[in-house]
């Protein structure tokens, strides 16, 4: 099916594959960190998992300046959550 995809929107799925893979590492890193018994083991797992939130942004804006329609869409989804959890 993505090759079917116009080129733009083969590389926006590219990077939103990318992203989800990071979201998925940070998660399983995190997860393995709570059940690991040696502190050292969890300290770099943890450590990772934040290089993978690193990479996730990295991610993030390359998608916005790929697509003007998630970038707009993000943000109102920022005001949905402000509106209904206030700081």
Partial sequence: MIEKLK???CDKEIVRAA???ELDAIDLHEQM????KDERIK???LEV???EKTHTGGFQALLLRLDGE???E???GKK???ELIPR
């Fill in 7 to 9: 080129r733009e929107d």
């Fill in 19 to 21: 992203m989800i893979a």
């Fill in 33 to 36: 960190a709570v059940l690991a």
């Fill in 43 to 45: 300290k770099v797992l």
């Fill in 49 to 51: 998992a934040r290089e």
């Fill in 70 to 72: 998630h970038e707009k």
């Fill in 74 to 76: 993000l943000e109102a």
């Fill in 80 to 82: 949905e959550v402000e």
